[in-house]
């Protein structure tokens, strides 16, 4: 999708160290129109209308129904193990709404993003949830139980130093999200399942041009700061799930199964995010700014080279599982 460049504000650099508050009511106007921008490309979408409701019947319990079976749906051991990292991810909402609120307020054009961006994202938990108890993906008492656990524990941010932090973070956070979700619609072996994923990566791509454009706004406005926030969230970046229960095992299998690794990580979010920002090639920066597009370099050179360890072993992994898959048939 374009993106309009940020030709509409006048942005002068500070070289002084910006306050939070000061950042925010710096950056209003560019939230205003960046705004406007997804309220005019972003489509109103239905959730009942990615659900299979026909394929649904009563469970075992109180309705006296079916007893969930592993075999009562199509989708694979890799979508339904991504689904439910996925839905888990999502049920958070609540947690996130309140970081993101307390960080950027609820007043202006920061307000009615912030509630705008909570309304779409609480969609993606709606729809995906229906779809999982409808279609019979998943045990609905492990993940009724899962989320209870999860949400108990709450969410805080990694990325709590500055509100440039949080900005950074989204950025790349909400690429990852879209990449993640279209990814397991794509291993989930249900046409269903893949086609409401897509929907709502498409939400994820569009939440990711917005904070992606604000943190290029906030780059030109403070680029020692911004440059340091990004290596800062790029060198020490984890999914938002990874407090929920069974997460790290979870993330091996989603990694070796092609949802979410070092090389998608490298590749797909992170080098697209810093290109379109250009953030090696940013001139000018003080001795924060460019120390820290030094570690940032030198990070990404790491992780290229820890990426390519991870292909080749994975490329073993698969193989051995092959050839044990032909010799048993």
Same mark, same amino acid.
């Given at each position: 999708?374009?993106?309009r /460049?940020?030709d509409?504000?006048?942005i002068?650099?500070?070289?002084?160290?910006?306050s939070?508050?000061?950042?925010?009511l710096?950056l209003e106007?560019v939230? /205003?129109?960046e705004l406007?921008r997804?309220?005019g490309?972003?489509k109103e979408?239905?959730?009942h209308?990615?659900v299979?409701?026909?394929k649904?019947?009563?469970?075992?319990?109180?309705?006296?129904?079916?007893?969930?079976?592993v075999d009562?749906?199509?989708?694979?051991?890799?979508?339904r193990?991504?689904l439910?990292?996925n839905?888990?991810?999502?049920?958070?909402l609540?947690?996130?709404?309140?970081?993101?609120?307390?960080m950027?307020?609820?007043e202006?054009?920061w307000?009615?993003w912030?509630?705008?961006?909570?309304?779409?994202e609480?969609r993606?938990?709606?729809?995906?949830r229906d779809?999982?108890?409808?279609?019979?993906?998943?045990?609905?008492?492990a993940?009724?139980?899962?989320?209870?656990t999860?949400?108990?524990?709450?969410?805080t941010?990694d990325?709590?130093h500055s509100?440039?932090?949080?900005?950074?973070?989204?950025?790349?956070?909400?690429?990852?999200?879209?990449?993640s979700h279209?990814?397991t619609?794509?291993?989930?072996?249900?046409?269903?399942?893949?086609?409401m994923?897509?929907?709502?990566?498409?939400?994820e791509?569009?939440?990711?041009?917005f904070?992606?454009n604000?943190?290029?706004?906030?780059?030109?406005?403070?680029?020692?700061?911004?440059?340091?926030?990004?290596?800062?969230?790029?060198? +020490?970046?984890r999914?938002? +799930?990874h407090?929920?229960?069974?997460?790290e095992?979870?993330a091996?299998?989603?990694a070796? +199964?092609?949802?979410?690794?070092l090389?998608?990580?490298?590749?797909?979010?992170?080098?697209?995010?810093?290109?379109h920002?250009?953030v090696?090639?940013?001139?000018?920066?003080?001795?924060v700014?460019?120390?820290?597009?030094q /570690?940032l370099?030198?990070y990404? /050179? +790491?992780?290229?080279?820890?990426?390519?360890?991870?292909?080749?072993?994975?490329?073993?992994?698969?193989a051995?599982?092959a050839?044990?898959?032909?010799a048993?048939g």
């Amino acid at each position: 999708m374009p993106d309009r /460049e940020l030709d509409a504000v006048t942005i002068t650099p500070s070289r002084s160290t910006m306050s939070d508050t000061d950042l925010i009511l710096a950056l209003e106007e560019v939230v /205003e129109r960046e705004l406007n921008r997804h309220l005019g490309v972003a489509k109103e979408w239905m959730p009942h209308e990615y659900v299979p409701w026909s394929k649904g019947r009563d469970f075992d319990g109180l309705m006296g129904g079916e007893a969930w079976a592993v075999d009562q749906s199509p989708v694979s051991d890799i979508g339904r193990i991504s689904l439910v990292v996925n839905l888990l991810t999502e049920d958070n909402l609540p947690s996130y709404h309140h970081e993101i609120a307390t960080m950027f307020g609820r007043e202006g054009a920061w307000g009615t993003w912030v509630h705008q961006w909570t309304a779409e994202e609480g969609r993606h938990a709606i729809v995906m949830r229906d779809y999982l108890l409808t279609a019979r993906a998943v045990d609905p008492v492990a993940l009724e139980q899962a989320r209870m656990t999860h949400m108990a524990e709450g969410f805080t941010s990694d990325n709590s130093h500055s509100m440039l932090h949080s900005v950074a973070y989204v950025a790349f956070q909400e690429l990852a999200t879209r990449i993640s979700h279209r990814n397991t619609g794509h291993h989930s072996g249900d046409p269903v399942c893949d086609r409401m994923l897509a929907r709502i990566a498409t939400d994820e791509n569009l939440h990711m041009v917005f904070y992606r454009n604000l943190l290029k706004a906030a780059l030109e406005i403070a680029p020692d700061q911004a440059v340091r926030a990004v290596a800062d969230v790029v060198t +020490g970046f984890r999914m938002p +799930g990874h407090g929920m229960p069974g997460f790290e095992r979870a993330a091996a299998q989603m990694a070796i +199964g092609g949802i979410y690794n070092l090389r998608i990580h490298h590749d797909d979010v992170l080098q697209p995010v810093l290109r379109h920002l250009r953030v090696a090639e940013l001139t000018g920066l003080g001795p924060v700014g460019l120390q820290a597009q030094q /570690e940032l370099g030198m990070y990404l /050179e +790491g992780l290229d080279t820890q990426a390519t360890r991870f292909d080749e072993r994975r490329a073993a992994l698969l193989a051995r599982r092959a050839a044990a898959q032909a010799a048993k048939g």
